[in-house]
């Protein structure tokens, strides 16, 4: 089973859920408290949580605008939790979220059994990541720059609105994430007068709601927006590939730009255009973020030891004839109805005008608009793409010279 759900998760066009498959992950056997008492009798340090007010609305939750809790995994159980008393519930003005977090950071009884195999990719050195987070724990649209990426829901569910890559969402690298390419557009709680601009999507919009035991897989450079509905858990994998190469110039060209707007600046704009765990790596030396840069040219790994794969050598009729040879239940997502595009998007802005939300950017004055529609032009893919073009015509001329 593993070959063919190998070929059909690097060939797919569309993304697609697996219901009720059987992972059978030796440290999930039993429930969330029994993994997170787990945790935290193994831990050296409180795992640090991302916080959020749920009525912070005017722009998407940016990263950047969270702050951090120190607390063990039974505290954010008893605190966030879907378990909570009704009376905390209703004083309950924040999210929290453990997210984001390499398996090398956990305890490794947390992730005992955790493995690729069945999917088709054994060769997966422990590159996967955890994604703990209580209701409205939510990630900003976006889309990964490198690999597909195959999510599975352990605890809770989780709700994913997906996009395919040439829908029209407004690009920006403010805040600046390496691999990733968020979008200005809010999911979380679209302005109610600003709908008619959302619902020019709907053709192009897809969404599932993941529960336990499912599995989904995002195709390459597909956006998503994606919102716990209660405590929810997954694990996922970015199966790294051929093409990963390319993109990495790609990236390689929009830090350096970064880089030259981010040095000399204040610590305050610093935290606006970076994403918090990019504060550090910005400052690497010049030239070895060169070094990289030339490797890239040249299209050549800066990870020899990892397994690259090759897509979209099937047809989308022999993936399909794939599917139905698995044994597996698999589905294949279609474009939303009208109808629930609307309503979501209608339920979400209702958000933006509750009680005590929070409309108001106190960010207005961080950075000039002018210069932030500059470092988004220069850094928008079509640009990088250019300067790319240019850069090959050069080194194909200095060849000859």
Known sequence: MGSNLRDIILNTRVPLVLKDFPVHWECFDGPLTEWCTRYD???SNLPAFESMRIADCETPQWERKRKQINMTMQQFLSDYSNN???????????WAAYQYKRADELPASCLQGI??????FADHQN???????????????????????????????KSWLLFPP???LQSTRIPYEESSVYCLE????????????YEQFQEQAYHCLLHPGDVLIVPRHWWHYVEAVETSLSVNYWVPLKTDL????????????????????????????????QLEEIVERASLLFSQFERAVH????????????????????????????GVRIRALDVMPKEAYTLLLKNNSMRHDAPGASNQNNEDNIISSTLELLINSMCAPRSIASIKRELFRRLGQSKHL
């Open 115 to 120: 493995d690729f195999k069945r999917f088709g």
């Open 84 to 94: 909570e008393t009704e009376e905390k519930k209703e004083e309950r003005c924040d």
């Open 41 to 43: 009798k193994e831990a």
């Open 299 to 326: 299209n050549q790994s800066t990870d020899g030891k990892r397994q690259l794969w090759d897509t979209e050598y099937m047809s989308q009729s022999e993936v399909s004839q794939a599917i139905s040879s698995t």
């Open 246 to 277: 390319d993109f990495t110039l790609d990236e390689l060209i929009v830090k350096h730009v970064i880089e030259s707007f981010v040095k000399g600046e204040s610590d305050q704009l610093k935290k606006y255009l970076l994403n918090p765990n």
């Open 127 to 157: 590159d996967y990541s955890f994604w703990l987070g209580s209701k409205y724990a939510n990630t900003p649209c976006h889309y990964d720059t490198y690999g597909i990426n195959i999510v599975v829901q352990v605890y809770g569910s």
């Open 166 to 168: 040439e829908t029209a």
């Open 186 to 197: 809010n999911f979380y709680a679209p302005a109610p007068n600003k709908l008619s601009h």
